[in-house]
């Protein structure tokens, strides 16, 4: 099973960005699809962002679409989400997530989908 490790996070003013990388080890990435999912506090953990293996296709939440970019570099086994125009509402931890890619389709904004998750990262956006 892969290993995911998060790093990025922090605390950043509403309005500035930030970049988050998900290591793999274990595994070759480019087996794999990703994901990054948030959780805020006293919420559910919601679909962020995914990526193909070949990282020809990405999908957003409708709401994040514009200001985050997943993307991968699977030469360095690492997935990465660029962050801008950060509010105060986008505080939360969080996390990557890997599927290993199989006969079907994959459904990336469905948490249950994925096989093995990171610990996460904090973001915190002050207003």
């Known amino acids: 099973q892969v290993q995911l490790v998060e790093s990025g996070g922090g605390l950043v003013q509403a309005g500035g960005s930030l970049r988050l990388s998900c290591a793999a080890t274990g595994r070759t990435l480019s087996n794999y699809d990703m994901g990054w999912f948030r959780q805020a506090p006293g919420k559910e953990r919601e679909f962020v962002a995914g990526?193909?293996?070949?990282?020809?296709?990405?999908y957003y939440a409708a709401s994040l679409k514009g200001r985050f970019t997943i993307s991968r570099d699977n030469a360095k086994n690492t997935l990465y989400l660029q962050m801008n125009s950060l509010k105060p509402e986008d505080t939360g931890v969080y996390y990557c997530a890997a599927k290993l890619v199989g006969l079907y389709s994959m459904t990336y904004n469905t948490a249950g989908a994925y096989d093995s998750w990171g610990q996460g990262t904090q973001v915190t956006v002050s207003s």
């Open positions: 990526i193909s293996r070949s990282g020809g296709s990405a």
